[in-house]
């Protein structure tokens, strides 16, 4: 009882403990220890600037380090990503406005990233894609279809010329109603342009024996690429045949579609073939309009293959039933099969067969009838127009 008394008696006091005085008296002879050791030192301001900036300096050189370093592995990354991002818009520039016709142009975009063709390779080889493009202040977008490189017609080609650095090439209208187009025709060279994609239109089956295209305007870019992809992109090596392909292109003014006067034939129900089958008499045939030099191109890089059809509004020679007719009764004036082919009839008569229709909606409605929207997609709709009144038996029929 004593003991427990003497140390409440202790606690009231506030006097320390014999523990808690060991460990003060050991805290104030350290803290006693460390004022004597500085006082004992001697001042020299100029030595401690020195090292404060010493410190300073070094902690500068090593936070610039740290950024340059983080800033190198952004720029790597960026670098690596493709021209296109299907997620989100990429920026491109406008490098050149040609003025085609009175009432379009091609305009040529480069990424602001560095980047090559190569980023597009398999893209071209699957079929018909477009991607869209921004219009930054009504924060609306439209799809519009590149062009294809081709012997330096459109674009450099990359097996011939070297890589152009991913630039991408478009057809536009100069259309007053456009909110996109209205935009893009306002824009000076340098400007920046938004893109995303791509985005497949059709994936063009690899077993195809031969093609119509129907065009109209603008319409005339995804039948360009189709043949791009059926023609050049995809490597045909051990493919059973080469299709063949049937443009019949239909223009508002010869200025579209500039043939010269002694081309064109003066019957207004039917339009000028420039087929194999009149090659000599077409050899001086030196078309424009920039499109027209890439289809004639086509044409002579691949004989038998191609057969090219102009219909012009203004001159009355319309593309109508008797036309579609004749071109769903192709006769192939050389053979499927590239030489050295094995493939048997029965392979051939089982390849597809394709009508592809694209152009203004009142040209798309005319020929196949109008694209319908189900669900909040945009679809094909039931077969209408001039090829509902003919026999596409064994014809795939696409709208675009």
Not at 260 to 286: C, G, H, I, Y
Not at 362 to 391: C, I, M, R
């Amino acid at each position: 009882m004593s003991n427990v008394f003497l140390r409440s008696l202790w606690d009231l006091h506030g006097l320390p403990r014999v523990g808690q005085h060991m460990r003060l008296s050991h805290g104030v002879s350290s803290v006693t220890r460390r004022l004597q050791h500085s006082r004992s030192l001697p001042t020299n301001p100029v030595a401690s600037r020195k090292r404060l900036f010493n410190r300073t300096s070094t902690s500068v050189v090593l936070a610039i380090i740290g950024l340059g370093y983080v800033g190198f592995l952004f720029a790597s990354q960026s670098d690596n990503r493709a021209a296109l991002d299907s997620q989100r818009f990429s920026p491109f520039t406008l490098i050149e406005k040609k003025e085609v016709s009175a009432t379009s142009s091609i305009f040529t975009l480069l990424p602001s990233r560095r980047s090559s063709d190569a980023d597009y390779k398999d893209i071209w080889r699957r079929g018909t894609w477009s991607v869209e493009v921004k219009q930054p202040q009504l924060q609306v977008s439209r799809l519009y279809t590149p062009l294809p490189q081709l012997h330096g017609i459109i674009l450099r080609s990359s097996g011939t010329e070297g890589d152009s650095g991913g630039k991408l090439s478009f057809l536009i209208r100069h259309d007053g109603r456009g909110e996109v187009s209205n935009y893009l025709n306002a824009l000076r060279i340098g400007s920046t342009v938004e893109l995303r994609g791509p985005k497949i239109e059709y994936e063009i089956p690899t077993d195809v024996e031969e093609v119509v295209c129907l065009a109209g305007g603008t319409g005339i870019a995804p039948m360009v690429q189709a043949a791009y992809t059926l023609l050049y992109a995809r490597d045909q090596e051990g493919k059973n045949a080469f299709p063949l392909i049937r443009f019949m292109i239909a223009s508002r003014t010869r200025e579209e579609c500039p043939l010269r006067p002694n081309e064109m034939k003066s019957n207004k129900s039917d339009a000028v073939a420039l087929s194999t089958a009149r090659q000599s008499q077409v050899d001086d045939f030196q078309p424009v309009h920039p499109i027209m030099q890439a289809l004639r191109q086509i044409e002579l890089d691949n004989p038998g293959q191609i057969a090219l059809e102009f219909y012009v509004d203004e001159e009355e020679t319309f593309i109508d039933i008797k036309a579609v007719k004749r071109a769903l009764r192709i006769e192939r004036k050389q053979p499927l099969m590239p030489s050295g082919s094995t493939s048997t009839s029965s392979e051939l008569t089982a390849r597809r067969r394709l009508i592809l229709v694209s152009g203004p909606n009142g040209f798309v409605n005319y020929l196949a009838g109008s694209k319908q929207w189900h669900g909040g997609k945009e679809v094909q709709g039931p077969l209408g127009g001039l090829l509902a009144e003919t026999d596409t038996n064994g014809w795939e029929v696409r709208k675009f």
